[in-house]
């Protein structure tokens, strides 16, 4: 990625600036013949015609590439409107906007994954009330982590953080001894004062790592 996307070093990469980088790596190197930019094929064979000459064939279909409606019980007499996350990016377009609606004083979001975010932020900087629902059963909201954290007194971008020696230390792994720091584990996780270290650690963590 070129300095020409203005992307700042150690920061997030935005997710139109990421589809353009990649749209024209596809171009650059003439790539995009070989896709196939079809969402509505469902099925597909090895008589299927691809569209160039090629010896294998690769289905991207991304985590939910197809939205799942929520079916909640009374929804067809419900009054106000109720749309997908998916929906929005059309909504938002239109001069008939949920966001510029005006009758509009409260919003309520059902999940916890990224667009659930997307979704709670772009209401509640118009100033909208609202009210976000997690089902208790679940798993609950997504990591959204700021670019660096610290650990300890040291402050680390957490891609590097990931793969920090420490890190590894305080983590749970069936094959933690293999890396030959046994007694350092042991230190940690088998007394009380390691025990009371590592939790402190984590709670550090959390507060600065979770937006």
């Not at 090629?54 to 009374?74: E, Q, Y």
């Not at 009758?103 to 009210?131: E, H, L, M, N, P």
């Not at 208790?136 to 670019?147: C, D, E, I, K």
Request: include cysteine; aromatic fraction near 12%; proline fraction near 5%.
């Amino acid at each position: 990625m070129h300095a020409g996307f203005g992307v700042k070093k150690e920061e997030h990469i935005p997710g139109g600036t990421l589809h353009e980088n990649l749209r024209q790596y596809a171009e650059g190197f003439d790539l995009r013949r070989y896709f196939d930019m079809d969402p509505l094929r469902k099925r597909s064979n090895r008589e299927t015609k691809p569209s160039a000459p090629n010896k294998k064939w690769i289905g991207a279909t991304s985590v939910a590439s197809t939205p799942l409606p929520l079916h909640i019980h009374g929804s067809d007499s419900f009054q106000a409107p109720i749309t997908m996350f998916a929906a929005l990016a059309a909504l938002a377009s239109s001069s008939l906007t949920l966001l510029a609606d005006p009758t509009i004083q409260s919003v309520t979001v059902v999940g916890s994954s990224k667009a659930a975010f997307d979704c709670v932020y772009i209401f509640a900087s118009t100033g909208r009330r609202v009210d976000w629902i997690i089902r208790s059963s679940g798993h609950g909201p997504r990591y959204m982590a700021h670019p660096h954290g610290f650990l300890g007194l040291f402050r680390r971008w957490l891609v590097k953080l990931t793969s920090t020696r420490t890190m590894t230390w305080i983590s749970p792994c069936i094959w933690g001894d293999a890396d030959r720091f046994r007694y350092v584990r042991w230190l940690l996780h088998g007394t009380r004062w390691g025990r009371w270290a590592v939790d402190a650690l984590w709670a550090r963590l959390r507060s600065d790592l979770v937006a």
